[in-house]
């Protein structure tokens, strides 16, 4: 299985990203090594919203970088850096205030801007 085919049979079962990603953290955590590089090694082409792609991005070099994993070709992509800055769930100024600061790098990188346990499943 892929992150693609993660994201399509839950869009399908009428899910949305955010759900679709616990999904994706979910099987990447149990799995091993081996499967974790086929997880990721081609992008979810069924999001259509840019953010939600650089959202994966950012989220996957994260997950490589402490997993010791070789980065997908994919997620270097330059058009994957948002223009405009990306507060995913932050809906105060005080919260946008945290998640500038706490942001993981990978995040930051893109002008995403979350906080740091971003992709803690517990």
């Known amino acids: 299985m892929t992150i693609h085919e993660i994201f399509k049979e839950e869009f399908s079962a009428g899910r949305d990203f955010s759900f679709a990603w616990r999904i994706f953290l979910d099987r990447f955590y149990a799995s091993t090594r081996e499967f974790r590089v086929e997880l990721i090694k081609f992008a979810p082409e069924c999001l259509d919203d840019r953010r939600h792609l650089s959202y994966c991005a950012a989220g996957i070099h994260k997950l490589c970088r402490e997993n010791g994993l070789e980065l997908p070709e994919w997620i270097t992509d330059k058009s994957l850096i948002l223009d405009e800055p990306y507060f995913p769930g932050a809906t105060t ?5 945290v998640c500038l600061v ?3 790098p990978e995040f930051k990188m893109r002008n995403i801007f979350t906080t740091e346990n971003v992709l803690t499943r517990t």
């Open 102 to 104: 706490e942001s993981p």
């Open 93 to 97: 100024d005080l919260l946008q205030l």
